[in-house]
């Protein structure tokens, strides 16, 4: 028998939709129904099967998860045989919007550090999904002579239980995973490949190249201990803003299998019994030329 023939047409059957606490052995036997013999091989059987929008995401935590399973049962003819039940687990996500305003809208934080330090940080999107990159566009402006030695880009995630009526709460601590790292005195590093830099304006980038850090090439800076390039007189006209762009790659589902469980990343949730957010965190390292005060992290 050709597979064409095997498979079966979802037209020729009557289906029928139960919830729960119904089974699917309260219609007609199969005595009654009548039985088919089915060859040895694949049969295929499209089908669609909506959700209550409620309905909580897969979670899987320390403390607590979500899982569902698709179960199908064929049902034997004859007396002495065993209907044949399967479980397959399906993972359930729960995707944004399109045209959602989270995924555009972006987030702008320009503080000064101690009159020493004024920097502007913007972050393309409010939301991102597991596997892309975070657009980070900085500027920093010095104010005085200080060092910045190294930027680092980190996500925290912090998960919280409810219990009994959410009378009962507990709180993971907080999980800082570092994501991204740009030193003065070296090339930046990723924890997830994909991660890339541009340095669009300053640095200490010399004259000639500064096209090639534009486009995303190594390149070495002027000044190896500062990310803002030299800040005495006369350094030929370095001294002015920095401007830096980072594409942090956040780790995919691959990524996640691979490691230990402690360095996974769970995607956001708000189920009323868990619940998982995300923060990004920028840490500056700055120090004082003049005061040599010890480094300070600027979040």
Not at 95 to 115: K, T, Y
């Amino acid at each position: 028998m050709s597979r064409e023939e095997k498979r079966l047409s979802l037209r020729a059957n009557q289906s029928r939709s139960f919830g729960k606490g119904d089974s699917s052995s309260n219609g007609p036997s199969v005595a009654q129904k009548g039985y088919r013999t089915f060859a040895p091989g694949d049969y295929m059987y499209n089908f669609e099967l909506p959700l209550d929008s409620h309905l909580p995401e897969t979670i899987d935590v320390d403390l607590g998860s979500v899982k569902y399973e698709l179960e199908a049962t064929i049902e034997r003819a004859g007396a002495f045989k065993a209907n044949l039940v399967g479980a397959k687990e399906v993972v359930l996500i729960r995707a944004p919007a399109e045209g959602s305003l989270e995924q555009v809208e972006p987030i702008a934080i320009s503080r000064n550090w101690e009159d020493q330090l004024h920097y502007d940080i913007d972050i393309s999107g409010k939301s991102f999904p597991l596997g892309a990159q975070v657009p980070i566009a900085f500027k920093l402006t010095p104010l005085a002579k200080v060092q910045c030695h190294r930027i680092k880009v980190m996500v925290t995630e912090n998960i919280e239980y409810w219990a009994n009526n959410r009378r009962v709460h507990r709180m993971e601590p907080v999980r800082k995973i570092q994501l991204f790292e740009k030193r003065a005195d070296g090339p930046p590093t990723s924890t997830f490949p994909g991660s890339t830099m541009r340095v669009m304006s300053g640095g200490g980038i010399p004259y000639d190249q500064r096209a090639e850090a534009a486009r995303g090439e190594s390149v070495m800076p002027l000044d190896p201990s500062n990310l803002l390039g030299p800040l005495n007189d006369g350094d030929n006209g370095a001294i002015g803003p920095t401007e830096m762009e980072f594409n942090v790659q956040l780790p995919t589902c691959k990524d996640m299998r691979d490691r230990d469980r402690t360095q996974r990343i769970h995607f956001d949730t708000t189920y009323q019994n868990i619940q998982v957010h995300h923060w990004i965190k920028v840490s500056f390292s700055c120090l004082r030329q003049t005061m040599c005060a010890p480094s300070t992290n600027i979040t």
